[in-house]
Nanobody, 122 residues
C-alpha cells in the first residue's frame, strides 16, 4: 500500500520560512518523480515544484527563487523549503508521486498525500 505523509505546515508571517516534509512508503522511492502541489480555497490544484529521479528540479514561476525541493532517497523523503513566504502562498500543500518523467500536470501523478495547511499572515 502506497502512502505519502506530509508534515511541516503551519502559520507563519509573511517573509518567513517553512519546510514541508513528505515521507513515502510502499513504492521504490528512488524511481519516482516527486512533486509538490498546492490548492487554495475555490481554486484548482496548482503545480509548485518537482524533482525527478536524477535530481533535476522544476518550479512554477510564482515560487522560483524562493522555494527549493530536495529528496533523500535513503529516507524515502522529499522536502519543500519555502522562504520569503507571501500571503498568496497560503494553501493546502500536497506531495505526489509518479513513476516516469517529470510533469507539471496534477492528473499525471498517481499517488497523493492528504495535504498540509500553510497559512501566511500579512
Amino acid at each position: 500500500q502506497v502512502q505519502l505523509a506530509e508534515s511541516g505546515g503551519g502559520l507563519v508571517q509573511a517573509g518567513g520560512s517553512l519546510r514541508l516534509t513528505c515521507v513515502v512508503s510502499g513504492l521504490t522511492f528512488s524511481s519516482y518523480t516527486m512533486g509538490w502541489f498546492r490548492q487554495a480555497p475555490g481554486k484548482e490544484r496548482d503545480f509548485v515544484a518537482a524533482v525527478n529521479m536524477n535530481n533535476s528540479t522544476y518550479f512554477s514561476d510564482s515560487v522560483k527563487g524562493r522555494f527549493t525541493i530536495s529528496r533523500d532517497n535513503a529516507k524515502n523523503t522529499v522536502y519543500l523549503q519555502m522562504n520569503s513566504l507571501k500571503p498568496e502562498d497560503m494553501a493546502v500543500y500536497y506531495c505526489a508521486a509518479r513513476r516516469t518523467v517529470i510533469t507539471r500536470r496534477a492528473d499525471d501523478y498517481n499517488y497523493w498525500g492528504q495535504g498540509t495547511q500553510v497559512t501566511v499572515s500579512s
